[in-house]
């Protein structure tokens, strides 16, 4: 999966990321208040693998929008271009991996259902700049140890459903 990328988007994600982090910050970081960002966040990130799969197609949908709107604002507010960006993918999901990557998309809708507006609003700046953020090179270098965890947690579950392992 090829993604085009440009540093104007990066731009429009960072400043979403401002826009959570900035209220969170200045209302006494209780870690509660960032859960609903932070776990948008992870989806985002986490699509980013699924390149075969309707996750991965709509992060590249979200990074070419974001990108697309970023350049857009660039070219028209100070006349130069939005400047490509080189992209780099965290990594494989195995089988297992893939089912908690599910699983876990699952709770978000669940968790998007019960959410009040603000929550909402919170999850899908959080998938957004997830989506973004989540194939820059600097950043998947931060997240490397990810998709391993990923993978392990769901080969773990599958042994632990097969009676191989013990609580």
Excluded at 9 to 24: D, E, Q, S, T
Excluded at 27 to 35: E, H, I, M, T, V
Excluded at 83 to 112: D, E, K, N, Q
């Amino acid at each position: 999966m090829t993604i085009a990328l440009s540093f104007a988007g990066v731009g429009v994600a960072l400043l979403i990321l401002w826009a959570n982090i900035r209220p969170w910050w200045n209302s006494g970081r209780d870690p509660k208040a960032l859960a609903p960002y932070g776990s948008g966040f992870l989806l985002g990130v986490l699509s980013t693998m699924c390149v075969g799969g309707l996750l991965g197609w709509g992060a590249a949908g979200i990074a070419g929008l974001i990108t697309s709107g970023g350049d857009t604002v660039v070219s028209a507010t100070v006349g130069t271009d939005g400047t490509s960006m080189a992209t780099a993918r965290l990594g494989a999901l195995t089988g297992p991996g893939g089912i908690m990557v599910a699983a876990y998309f699952g709770g978000m809708c669940l968790a998007w259902k019960g959410a009040k507006k603000d929550g909402k609003r919170r999850m899908a700046g959080g998938l957004v700049t997830g989506a973004v953020l989540g194939i820059l090179p600097g950043v998947v270098l931060l997240l490397g140890w990810l998709p391993d965890t990923v993978n392990e947690a769901g080969a773990y579950a599958k042994a632990f459903f097969e009676g191989q392992v013990r609580l």
